[in-house]
């Protein structure tokens, strides 16, 4: 099936390496892929876990559940303050060394036999070690994964030593977004559930917003800046070898379309209330009453300068998309962390969490309930459709689906699969 060449300036003529064609339905369906996922991706690659604020002292920890890598991790911070991550099996006879998600120790005790790891993952004690046979305890630590911190953000590798480190994995696409202010968003809410639909699929719905007017017509449709057919095209678009971006501007006459409203007052509260006070007053209400009760400021000046990098004045936010799973939303004042972790070929655990500032005052805090609720029925929207249209997949009626140019991204996404697959699998017949 032969399309068009994509014409000079849209979004995929930059790239004409990804062409113009449809993209098939098999990733999405087939259990075989998938394992060849976990193989060469996820088993090799950089994985998003959590932050820096979930384990803030000596001792504390938490548990993650990777499926797609078939392993438990313990992510924990030493006496040193060092983060270190291991996986979640003693040495011994097998059992998981930590029951419970989350918590704080000072060692790690099996429950099965009393074997004994520092916070490190030493093995540091053996019930009755004179009866094994010459026993070296440097040998039979808690096996380690590689970890280490970006921009407060944990991420895991199962390759103990990767073949590129997480600077080299993420600067490319994201050192113009470094320094943004994630150590003040302190404040926020999440959720999570188990989707009953491929990771890639749950995550296409997230990297385009053109199903926003037709998804989210009740919700936020009117909270993006459309153009003069009533479209919602991105600002830009950038792919890159595993990584890409988009930008969306915001109908700065709405709560959710002008998100500096808030921190900011002046102008930017007046121009959001300029419609809102009549079209959504609950919306108005809860930014009347949060003004100025947020801790921190955030002029868009002093934000970094990959940020709305098309210096857009009625930029909403940046869509990061991390590869393989993580959903990266930033905006002037908050920003949005999901997690796509594949269960099965047709389940997806999706982890959502976003983070505000820290809110001072009671109607600061009915602002954040607000917004709550409002995220919440924009998720409740996107998961709407991903059930059923994994079901339509899986029927077989159709081979194929058809991209069309703001839907750039989902492209990007499958290329980027499909060659990783293909270097794995060449690397292991050689």
């Given at each position: 099936m ?13 790239y004409p390496?990804?062409?113009t064609?449809p993209i098939?339905?098999?990733p999405?369906?087939s259990?075989e892929?998938?394992?060849?996922e976990?193989?060469h991706i996820?088993?090799k690659t950089w ?5 820096v604020?979930e384990i803030?002292t000596?001792?504390?920890?938490f548990v ?5 890598c ?6 924990v911070?030493n ?9 979640n099996?003693?040495?011994h006879?097998?059992n998981?060394?930590v029951?419970d998600k ?6 790690f005790f099996?429950?099965f036999?009393?074997?004994?790891y520092?916070l490190?993952?030493?093995l540091?004690?053996?019930?009755d070690?004179?009866c094994?046979f ?5 040998q039979f630590g808690?096996?380690?994964v590689?970890?280490?911190?970006w921009q407060g953000?944990?991420f895991v590798n199962?390759?103990p030593?990767?073949a590129v480190s997480?600077?080299?994995?993420l600067k ?9 202010p994630?150590e ?8 999570s559930?188990?989707v ?6 749950a995550l296409d ?5 053109y199903?926003?007017a037709y ?6 449709a009117?909270?993006?800046d459309?153009s ?8 830009d678009a950038?792919?890159g ?6 930008s969306?501007?915001g109908?700065?006459?709405s709560?959710y379309?002008n998100?500096?409203?808030?921190t900011?007052g002046g ?5 959001a209330?300029?419609?809102a006070a ?9 930014l ?5 009760s947020?801790r921190?400021?955030f002029?868009?000046?002093s934000?970094?300068?990959?940020l ?7 930029w909403?936010f940046?869509?990061?998309v991390?590869?393989?799973d993580f959903y990266?939303?930033l905006r002037?004042n908050?920003c949005?962390?999901?997690n796509f ?5 047709n389940?997806?655990l999706?982890?959502a969490r ?8 009671p109607?600061g805090?009915f602002?954040?309930e ?12 996107d998961?709407s ?5 994994q079901?339509?997949?899986e029927t077989g009626?159709?081979k194929?689906?058809i991209?069309q ?15 990783l697959?293909a ?8």
């Amino acid at each position: 099936m032969l399309l068009s060449p994509a014409p000079e300036g849209t979004l995929t003529a930059r790239y004409p390496e990804l062409g113009t064609g449809p993209i098939p339905v098999e990733p999405y369906i087939s259990p075989e892929y998938f394992e060849r996922e976990k193989a060469h991706i996820f088993k090799k690659t950089w994985l998003h876990v959590g932050r820096v604020e979930e384990i803030p002292t000596a001792g504390d920890y938490f548990v993650r559940d990777l499926a797609a890598c078939d392993t438990s991790i313990i992510v924990v911070r030493n006496r040193e303050g060092q983060i270190r991550a291991m996986h979640n099996v003693c040495a011994h006879r097998l059992n998981e060394i930590v029951y419970d998600k989350r918590g704080k120790t000072r060692k790690f005790f099996c429950k099965f036999h009393g074997w004994a790891y520092d916070l490190d993952g030493n093995l540091t004690g053996v019930p009755d070690e004179k009866c094994f046979f010459g026993l070296d305890r440097e040998q039979f630590g808690l096996s380690r994964v590689a970890c280490e911190v970006w921009q407060g953000f944990i991420f895991v590798n199962m390759d103990p030593e990767p073949a590129v480190s997480l600077a080299d994995f993420l600067k490319p696409m994201y050192a113009g977004i470094e320094g943004y202010p994630f150590e003040k968003l302190t404040s926020g809410f999440s959720w999570s559930t188990v989707v009953n639909c491929n990771w890639k699929l749950a995550l296409d719905a997230f990297q385009e917003a053109y199903h926003v007017a037709y998804v989210h017509g009740n919700s936020i449709a009117d909270a993006i800046d459309k153009s003069e057919n009533d479209s919602m095209p991105p600002l830009d678009a950038l792919c890159g070898e595993y990584h890409r971006r988009l930008s969306l501007a915001g109908n700065q006459k709405s709560v959710y379309g002008n998100p500096k409203a808030v921190t900011s007052g002046g102008e930017a509260a007046k121009q959001a209330l300029s419609d809102a006070a009549s079209k959504r007053p609950i919306a108005a209400a809860a930014l009347r009453a949060g003004i100025g009760s947020a801790r921190h400021s955030f002029p868009l000046e002093s934000l970094p300068a990959g940020l709305n990098w098309t210096n857009s004045p009625n930029w909403l936010f940046d869509i990061n998309v991390v590869f393989p799973d993580f959903y990266l939303s930033l905006r002037p004042n908050y920003c949005q962390a999901y997690n796509f972790r594949p269960v099965a070929h047709n389940k997806t655990l999706v982890e959502a969490r976003v983070y505000y500032p820290e809110m001072t005052t009671p109607g600061g805090r009915f602002f954040l309930e607000y917004m709550k609720v409002a995220l919440r029925d924009v998720l409740l929207e996107d998961f709407s459709t991903l059930e059923r249209t994994q079901r339509a997949a899986e029927t077989g009626a159709k081979k194929h689906m058809i991209l069309q140019d703001n839907e750039l991204l989902v492209r990007h996404s499958y290329h980027v699969v499909e060659r990783l697959l293909a270097a794995g699998e060449a690397i292991q017949e050689a």
